[in-house]
């Protein structure tokens, strides 16, 4: 017998997935600049047409909350984490966009390991995403999930910090210092954003697994 309850459950997972996966895409744009910049303007093209797509599944998302009476968790929960994707590709576009603004040049170690980090922590956060379906049988494979993207941020925090005391040392000419410092504040921001949206697949799961 066909279950609407389950299909509407399922909908809202699905369309996590999906925002999850454009916000994974996005990350391996930016993580293409950084290894080649000679693709910068095409990359930030590519990302404004996946940031239209992004807040289309938030709209999307936001609507069915609208029109739905009974949501398989918290209100706000959902809420919250569709909002927190669709920022994440947008702290993504803002980045590529200062990188071509800023004619920021090809990014050096620490700027291609952020963009590698970012790449994980987004696959976890697809990974997460995926067993939300039957949160209680995934539960422990969940919030190990939660936990590696944790980590992954930390691992962030440690270049940032390496990166920021790099450029004050060894950068001369202050306007190279300034847009590099800029451009490492955003991918910190969208770091942080992964362990946002990591924290919140966990407090899903306490409080319905």
């Known amino acids: 017998m066909f279950n ?23 990350t391996l744009m930016l993580d293409a ?36 009476f009974i949501t398989p968790i918290d209100r706000e929960d959902i809420y919250s984490i569709a909002n927190a994707l669709d920022d994440g590709v947008d702290e993504l576009q803002g980045t590529m966009q200062r990188i071509v603004m800023y004619k920021a040049g090809k990014g050096g170690e620490g700027a291609v390991s952020m963009t590698k980090l970012l790449i994980r922590a987004t696959k976890e956060i697809i990974h997460g995403f995926s067993l939300l379906k039957e949160i209680r049988k995934n539960r422990d494979e969940i919030l190990d999930t939660t936990y590696k993207i944790s980590k992954i941020e930390s691992e962030g925090d440690n270049v940032y910090r390496r990166e920021i005391a790099s450029l ?28 946002k949206i990591g924290d919140l697949i966990r407090g899903v799961v306490m409080k319905y697994a």
């Open 4 to 26: 609407f309850k389950n299909r509407e459950k399922d909908d809202y997972y699905d369309l996590f997935v999906k925002s999850a996966t454009y916000f994974n895409k996005g």
């Open 33 to 68: 600049v950084m290894m080649d910049y000679s693709t910068a303007e095409k990359e930030v093209k590519k990302i404004i047409d996946l940031e239209h797509k992004a807040d289309r599944v938030n709209d999307e998302i936001i609507d069915k909350l609208n029109r739905t």
């Open 168 to 195: 004050f040392e060894n950068v001369t000419d202050p306007i190279e210092l300034i847009k590099w410092k800029d451009i490492f504040e955003h991918l910190e921001e969208t770091m942080d954003r992964c362990e």
